[in-house]
């Protein structure tokens, strides 16, 4: 009997685009929602249970594209640290274990577990039967651990930032916002006028006149931000508006290219199916992630000279 059903009609680039822009609004108004409601026990609970399932789905995503590349990794002890770490940052820094003692202790805390995560995975190796690849699987479970938890964990540091008051939630608000005004310039101004491609080979659709829409879209939405809410962010002048719009942007175009690059080794056009039509957690996370820990490093030693 022929087969006779009708296959799913394809997205265009365009809704595929709205449709994750829309889901990371949803998204991300739900946690900037639950810091600025003025109940410290919201503000911290839903933030936390937030970066909880994007750090877990995110990092099973990540696992999922070395399983495709048919490279081993050890998948449920990653999972079990990569949440661990992000609990036990968030217990960290918001006071709940122990007393906010700054921020050396938190990143030499961080570091200790990243020392006690790679014993243990050494030692998960020793008592493996199958597995024969221990270099392979070690590297890629840490890379996996390092690459999803480890970096959004600097969205709990912003956040929670010592001597800066209640006003680190307007940090998070800030990177969040020009990160994604970057991802709309670079898609606007990539479709409009992009004939130079940057890196075909890892993702044909990006241009260097996108790249550059990127920068001007993410610099002005840093300078409305700034001129607006400047005063709630302890150090922002328009100077360091502008020298971040450029940070961020051509940060979040680096992220968006590395995860490019992982789903093309893997023969994938999308990280999950989380979101189904339009990818998975990792295609709404690329660009934050390694924007994060930048905003933080120019927080820490540029803003306020610690």
């Not at 009997?1 to 009708?6: A, I, L, R, S, Y």
Request: net charge positive; hydrophobic share 50%.
């Amino acid at each position: 009997m022929p087969d006779t059903t009708v296959p799913s009609p394809q997205l265009s680039k365009t809704k595929i685009f709205l449709r994750r822009l829309l889901s990371f609004v949803v998204l991300w108004t739900v946690v900037i929602a639950a810091l600025f409601s003025g109940h410290k026990w919201i503000s911290d609970y839903v933030f936390l249970v937030v970066m909880v399932l994007l750090g877990g789905f995110g990092l099973a995503e990540f696992y999922g594209l070395v399983e495709k590349r048919d490279l081993v990794c050890f998948k449920g002890w990653g999972l079990f640290g990569g949440l661990l770490l992000i609990v036990a940052t968030f217990l960290r820094v918001s006071g709940t274990w122990g007393s906010d003692d700054g921020r050396a202790r938190v990143n030499d805390f961080e570091t200790s577990f990243l020392i006690l995560f790679v014993l243990g995975l050494c030692l998960r190796q020793f008592v493996s039967r199958s597995n024969t690849a221990g270099i392979l699987a070690i590297s890629t479970t840490l890379f996996g651990l390092m690459y999803v938890p480890w970096l959004l964990n600097f969205i709990q540091k912003i956040n929670f930032f010592p001597d800066i008051g209640d006003n680190g939630k307007f940090y998070v608000l800030y990177f969040i916002l020009v990160t994604k005004f970057s991802d709309t310039g670079a898609y606007v101004v990539g479709s409009m006028i992009g004939k130079h491609k940057m890196i075909p080979r890892i993702s044909p659709g990006k241009t260097w006149e996108g790249f550059g829409g990127a920068i001007v879209v993410s610099t002005a939405a840093s300078m409305v931000f700034a001129h607006f809410l400047g005063d709630k962010m302890p150090g922002m002048t328009l100077t360091h508006a502008v020298a971040l719009g450029i940070l961020l942007s051509a940060a979040a175009v680096l992220g968006d290219l590395v995860e490019s690059l992982f789903k093309r080794e893997a023969g994938v056009k999308d990280s999950g199916k989380f979101f189904p039509g339009i990818g998975g957690i990792l295609d709404l996370l690329d660009s934050l992630l390694f924007n994060a820990p930048i905003m933080y490093l120019y927080l820490r030693y540029v803003l306020t000279h610690t």
